[in-house]
């Protein structure tokens, strides 16, 4: 069982900056594709970013392109989401969350088997 535990979120002006963190643990991080998805009241969940289990390839999400940038870190068990040029619009609940298929670019909700608690972003303008 894979436990996933945010970290890193808060209240910051727009056009400034975050890095959220996702420690796992209970399974080998390195065979995980990761994800970061938000959820803003009253809305579905919305793709973020994922990366692949070497970290060589990444993908995001329409809005966040150019603003975020996801990286991995194999050896700490850890996947990162810097944020930057951050708006009121990215105000949302952030999950990380892992799967063990490769198959497709995890930009899916249901393709992953594991969930963090969540971190709150909250964006003032």
């Known amino acids: 069982q894979v436990q996933l535990v945010e970290s890193g979120g808060g209240l910051v002006q727009a056009g400034g900056s975050l890095r959220l963190s996702c420690a796992a643990s209970?399974?080998?991080?390195?065979?995980?594709?990761m994800g970061w998805f938000l959820q803003a009241p009253g809305k579905e969940r919305e793709f973020v970013a994922a990366?692949?289990?070497?970290?060589?390839?990444?993908y995001y999400g329409d809005s966040v392109k150019g603003r975020f940038t996801i990286s991995r870190d194999n050896a700490k068990n850890t996947v990162y989401l810097q944020m930057n040029n951050l708006k009121p619009e990215d105000t949302a609940v952030y999950y990380c969350?892992?799967?063990?298929?490769?198959?497709?670019?995890?930009?899916?909700?249901?393709?992953?088997?594991?969930w963090g608690q969540g971190t709150q972003v909250t964006i003032s303008s």
């Open positions: 969350a892992a799967k063990n298929t490769i198959a497709g670019e995890g930009r899916r909700d249901y393709d992953y088997d594991y």
């Open positions: 990366i692949s289990r070497s970290g060589y390839t990444t």
């Open positions: 209970g399974g080998t991080f390195s065979r995980s594709h």
